[in-house]
């Protein structure tokens, strides 16, 4: 089993630049492609990046695009998303998620993926 756990949210300013963290337990990390999503009260949970086991392939929601950068550190164990210039809509628990085998696949649904950490939150404020 796989265990995900997010950290690094918070309470901030528009504009600001947090960085959020997902350290994962398993013992083949480098093997896993990893995704970020994202749910605000009342809506459904929302792609917003990924980044595939070798890192050469990354892709990102247009909402976050040129501002939210996706890393992984295989060595750590762990994946980062870079959030700048934060604003008020990016308010929303974040969720780390793993997928587990396969080489290619619908990296923007939720579905697609096999194990999600408990979500950290990020809230923006005016």
């Known amino acids: 089993q796989v265990q995900l756990v997010e950290s690094g949210g918070g309470l901030v300013q528009a504009g600001g630049s947090p960085r959020l963290s997902c350290a994962a337990s398993g013992r083949s990390f480098s093997a896993y492609a990893m995704g970020w999503f994202r749910q605000a009260p009342g809506k459904e949970r929302a792609f917003v990046a990924f980044i595939r086991r070798s890192a050469g392939n990354i892709y990102y929601a247009d909402s976050v695009k040129g501002r939210f950068t996706i890393s992984r550190d295989n060595a750590k164990n762990t994946v980062y998303l870079q959030m700048n210039s934060l604003k008020p809509e990016d308010t929303a628990t974040y969720y780390c998620?793993?997928?587990?085998?396969?080489?290619?696949?619908?990296?923007?649904?939720?579905?697609?993926?096999?194990?999600w950490g408990q979500g950290t939150q990020v809230t923006v404020s005016s």
């Open positions: 998620a793993a997928r587990i085998g396969g080489t290619s696949g619908s990296y923007w649904s939720p579905s697609w993926f096999d194990y």
